[in-house]
């Protein structure tokens, strides 16, 4: 899989080789840290964007890539940590654009919020990106707004998390 990213997207290549050549993850052993665990143990990939805007890249290459990546990290935690318990996510954020890999400790306690299945996220991050940034319209009078408009909330950021035990 690297090879193919490294001939073809030669900026994705260098930033999951970063991620798994040189991991920066930090844990705690502590519940209470879950946020600083979230706040630092978190990676952004945008070297896909080019491809998937010009549609370069199909589905089938970003889900081998990406489970080469979830599989390389579960390699990585189970050589250096025993009977302990991680959560990978894979959050993909329309509005950035890019996909964010997190990774943090879990104590079972926590509520895991909902996931898509990997080829669901990717599919709906190639079809919601905004690759060309967000256009803001100023409407001309505050009366043009309707009320059911202003209560649409958009879904900018989809999930793909696994939880790992190693």
Not at 18 to 42: K, R, W
């Amino acid at each position: 899989m690297l090879d193919y990213l490294k001939k073809h997207a030669g900026k994705a290549y260098r930033e999951i080789h970063l991620i798994l050549t040189s991991p920066h993850f930090l844990f705690s052993n502590d519940p209470t840290l879950i946020q600083n665990e979230v706040n630092h143990n978190y990676t952004y990939i945008h070297g896909f964007n080019r491809l998937i805007k010009h549609n370069r890249i199909s589905s089938e290459k970003l889900m081998e890539a990406f489970s080469y990546l979830e599989q390389e990290i579960m390699k990585y935690l189970k050589k250096h940590y025993k009977d302990k318990d991680f959560v990978f996510y894979l959050n993909a954020d329309v509005l950035v654009p890019a996909f964010r890999v997190t990774l943090v400790s879990y104590y079972g306690d926590q509520d895991l919020k909902e996931s898509s299945s990997l080829p669901e996220l990717i599919d709906w991050y190639k079809e919601n990106a905004y690759f060309n940034g967000l256009e803001i319209v100023e409407p001309e009078t505050d009366e043009e707004q309707t009320e059911s408009e202003s209560d649409i909330i958009p879904i900018v950021v989809k999930r793909y998390m696994k939880l790992i035990n190693t």
